[in-house]
């Protein structure tokens, strides 16, 4: 059984930086020769939107909101996915959740909907204060 557990959430000024991690206890990258693994948001009164997705082979795609300023990365070696958000803005207030899947047809298409993902975790919060 696969459990996804996101952390380093927390309160930061605009322009502030966090690290968040994302540990998918079960999900063993090593094992997989495909598969995604992404971060996602929600701010309260908005949809879910997708922040970042990356691949088993380093590929990665943004949301543009986010692009230059947030870098998704993982550690093969514990299965630890990575959220580096800098420059960070009040409109970046929100939920973050972590999702994975063995699958990973399109990580554009993925980018999309949370749902998709087979493993999702229950989230942690950022909240940006300007």
């Known amino acids: 059984q696969v459990q996804v557990v996101e952390s380093g959430g927390g309160s930061v000024q605009a322009g502030g930086s966090l690290r968040l991690s994302c540990s998918a206890y079960?999900?063993?990258?090593?094992?997989?020769?495909?598969?995604?693994m992404g971060w996602f948001r929600q701010a309260p009164g908005n949809e879910r939107e997708g922040v970042a997705v990356i691949d088993r082979d380093g590929s990665t795609e943004y949301a543009n909101s986010v692009k230059g300023r947030f870098t998704i990365s993982q550690e093969n070696a514990n299965s630890t996915l990575y959220l580096q958000m800098n420059s960070l803005k009040p409109e970046d207030t929100a939920m973050y959740y972590c999702?994975?899947?063995?699958?990973?047809?399109?990580?554009?298409?993925?980018?999309?909907?949370?749902?998709?993902?087979?493993?999702r975790g229950q989230g942690t919060q950022v909240t940006v204060s300007s």
């Open positions: 079960g999900f063993t990258y090593a094992i997989y020769s495909i598969y995604c």
């Open positions: 999702a994975a899947d063995s699958r990973c047809p399109n990580i554009a298409t993925m980018l999309k909907d949370f749902l998709d993902f087979a493993y």
